[in-house]
């Protein structure tokens, strides 16, 4: 049986575009609660708690196919062929998130 990976999502840029915050988004209480250098860690494929449900799909793919021992996206982008660099899909607010597979 192969065992599947663990995967480390570490926080490593959070933007802030306050022009587009301005012109287009509605005025919200709570935005994002993620923290630059925060790491969340994904066993099984499986979405980590506390990481959003936004960010998660996001990235969804990316852990999955590591955690099955995949890698080398795009043919070469990344130079730890078994690690990604994936932001959130909010336009206001994106967060990159750097995706490594670890031994434990």
């Not at 587009?20 to 935005?31: D, R």
């Amino acid at each position: 049986m192969n065992r599947l990976k663990t995967c480390k999502i570490t926080v490593v840029k959070k933007v802030s575009h306050q022009d587009l915050i301005e012109k287009y988004e509605n005025p919200i209480e709570h935005a994002c609660d993620i923290a630059l250098g925060q790491i969340f860690i994904s066993r099984n494929g499986k979405r980590p708690e506390m990481l959003c449900e936004s960010a998660w799909e996001s990235m969804r793919p990316f852990v999955e196919t590591l955690a099955n021992g995949g890698g080398n996206f795009y043919d070469g982008w990344m130079k730890n062929e078994h690690s990604a660099m994936i932001s959130c899909n909010d336009g206001f607010r994106p967060v990159s998130f750097l995706i490594e597979t670890i031994e434990e």
